[in-house]
């Protein structure tokens, strides 16, 4: 298999989170075909309600009542052995999320959905209930720039990392 994957961030509208990934530019029907370590993996079967199957080594995601079933595969890194998974890799809507801002977003144990997320700059939105100046402010931040809810304090933060 092809040596020239390289560590990227996709995402896709369906979700406003973005998953770190290997690819190497190969498209399918316009769309980016990542490849996910374990870890990643798991988000994103998490995001899209899959699961892991470990008799098998595979994430199967019900895709309107049939199964999508990705099995781990290795690819070479900078010359190593890496394993990965091509979730939705042929089949699904990735985009390539190299010229977007991101950032982490930081959600304390108040909230259902707790944890650290990678996320995409349209989540900060009205519609997705931060007022006008939260989505200003988290809009302008700059690389390694934090933003700190005013609701929330620390249990609620924004870190743009791109």
Do not use: Q
């Amino acid at each position: 298999m092809n040596n020239n994957f390289k560590a990227s961030v996709v995402t896709m509208d369906a979700c406003d989170l973005a998953f770190p990934c290997f690819h190497i530019g190969d498209k399918w029907n316009g769309w980016s075909m990542p490849y996910f370590r374990f870890k990643h993996a798991k988000a994103v079967a998490k995001e899209f309600k899959g699961r892991y199957d470990e008799s098998t080594d595979t994430f199967i995601i019900d895709d309107n009542g049939e199964e999508d079933v990705f099995t781990a595969m290795i690819i070479k890194v900078k010359g190593k052995d890496v394993k990965v998974y091509g979730i939705g890799a042929g089949s699904w809507c990735w985009e390539l999320a190299d010229n977007m801002k991101l950032f982490e977003a930081y959600w304390g144990n108040d909230f259902y959905n707790e944890g650290t997320y990678l996320m995409t700059e349209s989540l900060f939105s009205e519609k997705n209930s931060y007022d006008k100046e939260e989505v200003e402010h988290i809009h302008e931040l700059k690389i390694g720039e934090k933003w700190l809810s005013p609701d929330y304090g620390t249990a609620h933060t924004v870190k743009r990392v791109k």
